[in-house]
């Protein structure tokens, strides 16, 4: 029986180890715990009736050993007195596990109530951050942040706290009765089990450390498979299975080696600590014995004071590891602080909102540099002026900054200087929200969601089906869809996936135009379609570009002979500027472009 109860002890000494610093991040301490408590305030009500059951389960807990004790005493002095006193302990028993099942249900459920509104928030607040963060922040980071941080606050509030304050109580309560029942036994306790604590402590923290690189040797993996499984396509295309397998295969085995220390480290943990707690319990053992010998206790009281000797064991050597989770939580409550209070640097919301769009676009001296690289400028110095209602077509060679003009107009960034304007209005000034809705943007590999075709044409606004099929029909959309069994109720898959690149663009296509926007931002496909694809999506793009403010990034002649103005673009700088006829007339750059692209197919120019 004693047996039993050390290894018990073991266990749920070795298991709440276990639980320490599961994401393997450091710890800082200067947080503000109580915002970390706040999170739980709207659940106040629940958690008071978790507290009130906490209290009556640590009471039962606390009592129980005394009665054991009774129990064994009552045993040498009458059968009636033996009834009485198990029937008193097992009400006690059966009202600290009704107690229990009330704190255990109500603290968890506190706490989903609390996870699932702080997800909400904390993915709300991803979602309003400017471009630059995510070009800053890998996704991988962010959604963990949303499933795992998030579940480590919610530990922390809820059972860790409820733990922390139970244990504490256990430990006060059970050295009260212990003193009550033999002062001396207490003293020769009381010096054993804060050597073993502290002990069990320090070796807790060099486990934690193992674990911490295990951990990380483990994230590591996760990574590298989800590397490779996102882009399957072009790991088979390369028939770079092997290469995939290879790299996973050797992240996972750094995870084994740290995970085979971890294992010996634990192992080794629980064997000493083990040693430590037998020889503590014989000691108190022995010196009792010596004292029911001497006649000063009874072998109930014995017995009472070895169970509680174990209470207290148990619940200091709990404490270290809650403590230890709660730090962890801590740390996870920093990261999730600092982004519920990052304020966007281009806010969503704010700023002015034009009656009619008047004017065209207007670039002014702009500089601008990705935050995520500061080391490249990438435009200097480039303005112009697209008329509203003009087709402007934007040229050059790849990694000159077209993309980046596109990128500023839609105010994914702000310019270092110089400004963009509206009409007479700074872009600076204008409800980012409002503006976005004045204009579509129709990239070369158009992202879909995994909904319904039809449900991804009206994305960008809520419309009524005869709206979406007429844009799909503007699009050159509609029959492909109706050949489709499920007709616009098809599901287009992950990013679209079940469709050909020439559908994916037109269903694009009519996304934008579904909006009818003022402002259309292109960039043409390079990529080779099918012929007939090719002419659908040309013929779609050409009726999409009518009546509207156009600024493309060109990759046909027939694009750029029918602009209003071609604007060349080359390493960050407006090189030419002009007409598809005047610019070959000067037979500067982008003749040169026009003349070597059209002969070596290499430019972002090319014959239709
Ligand atoms: P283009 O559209 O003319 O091919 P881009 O505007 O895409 O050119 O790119 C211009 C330069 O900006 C390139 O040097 C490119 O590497 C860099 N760049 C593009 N996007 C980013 C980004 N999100 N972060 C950092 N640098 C970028």
């Not at 503007?474 to 098809?490: G, L, P, R, V, W």
Request: proline share 2%; aromatic share 8%.
């Amino acid at each position: 029986m004693r047996k039993l109860k050390i290894q018990r002890i073991l266990h749920r000494l070795n298991d709440a180890l276990e639980e320490v610093e599961e994401d393997g991040k450091p710890i800082k301490r200067d947080v503000n715990i109580f915002r970390l408590v706040r999170l739980i305030k709207p659940e106040m009500g629940m958690i008071s009736l978790a507290a009130l059951s906490l209290l009556a389960s640590t009471a039962s807990q606390t009592t129980a050993p005394l009665f054991f004790g009774m129990v064994v005493d009552a045993a040498q002095t009458s059968m009636a007195r033996l009834n009485r006193t198990v029937l008193i302990l097992l009400l006690i028993y059966i009202a600290g596990a009704i107690a229990g099942l009330f704190r255990a249900t109500l603290f968890t459920l506190a706490g989903q109530r609390m996870v699932a509104r702080l997800r909400k928030e904390l993915f709300n607040s991803i979602i309003q951050q400017e471009i630059a963060f995510f070009d800053q922040n890998r996704t991988g980071e962010l959604t963990n942040r949303l499933a795992s941080d998030t579940q480590v606050i919610q530990n922390a509030v809820t059972v860790n706290i409820s733990m922390l304050a139970r244990y504490i109580m256990q430990i006060i309560g059970s050295l009260v009765f212990m003193f009550v029942l033999n002062a001396s036994l207490t003293g020769v306790l009381l010096a054993v089990v804060p050597i073993i604590s502290l002990g069990a402590v320090q070796y807790g923290k060099f486990v934690r450390r193992i674990r911490q690189k295990f951990q990380d040797r483990l994230a590591d993996a996760s990574s590298t498979a989800e590397e490779n499984i996102s882009n399957i396509r072009t790991v088979k295309s390369f028939v770079a299975e092997n290469k995939a397998l290879t790299l996973y295969s050797e992240s996972v085995d750094k995870s084994y080696l740290e995970g085979k220390r971890l294992a010996i480290a634990e192992g080794s943990f629980t064997g000493t600590i083990g040693i430590i707690v037998a020889a503590a319990i014989s000691l108190v053992l022995w010196y009792g014995g010596k004292l029911v010998f001497e006649k000063d206790i009874t072998a109930g009281v014995l017995t009472s004071f070895l169970l509680y000797t174990l209470n207290v064991a148990f619940a200091f050597g709990l404490l270290s590891s809650v403590y230890g989770d709660f730090m962890q939580a801590v740390g996870a409550s920093i990261r999730i602080f600092e982004l519920l209070d990052k304020t966007p640097a281009i806010s969503n919301q704010g700023g002015m909102k034009l009656d009619n769009l008047q004017g065209g676009l207007e670039f002014d001296r702009v500089q601008f540099t990705y935050p995520s690289r500061p080391d490249n400028q990438v435009l200097k110095n480039v303005s112009f002026h697209v008329e509203r209602g003009q087709m402007v077509a934007l040229v050059g060679p790849s990694g000159g900054g077209k993309s980046t003009i596109v990128n500023l107009i839609e105010r994914f960034y702000d310019p270092d200087s110089g400004s963009i304007k509206l009409g007479s209005t700074n872009l600076k000034l204008l409800d980012p929200s409002w503006f976005r809705k004045q204009m579509s943007a129709v990239s070369q590999e158009p992202t879909l969601f995994a909904c319904s075709i039809r449900d991804n044409i009206s994305y960008g606004k809520e419309a009524d089906f005869n709206e979406v099929q007429e844009a799909a029909k503007q699009a050159n959309a509609h029959d492909f869809i109706m050949s489709f069994e499920e007709k616009y109720d098809t599901l287009v898959g992950e990013r679209g996936v079940r469709l050909s690149g020439g559908q994916k663009q037109r269903v694009a296509i009519a996304r934008a135009l579904l909006i009818n926007p003022d402002i259309l931002l292109l960039d043409e496909a390079t990529s080779a379609l099918d012929a007939e694809s090719e002419h659908l999506v040309q013929e779609a793009i050409d009726r999409a570009m009518n009546n509207r403010t156009v600024l493309v990034i060109a990759h046909r002649l027939s694009t750029v002979r029918n602009a209003n103005k071609v604007i060349v673009i080359s390493k960050g700088q407006l090189a030419e500027e002009g007409t598809h006829d005047e610019l070959i007339a000067r037979n500067g750059v982008y003749k040169k472009l026009v003349l070597r692209q059209l002969t070596a197919g290499e430019t972002n120019i090319k014959e239709d």
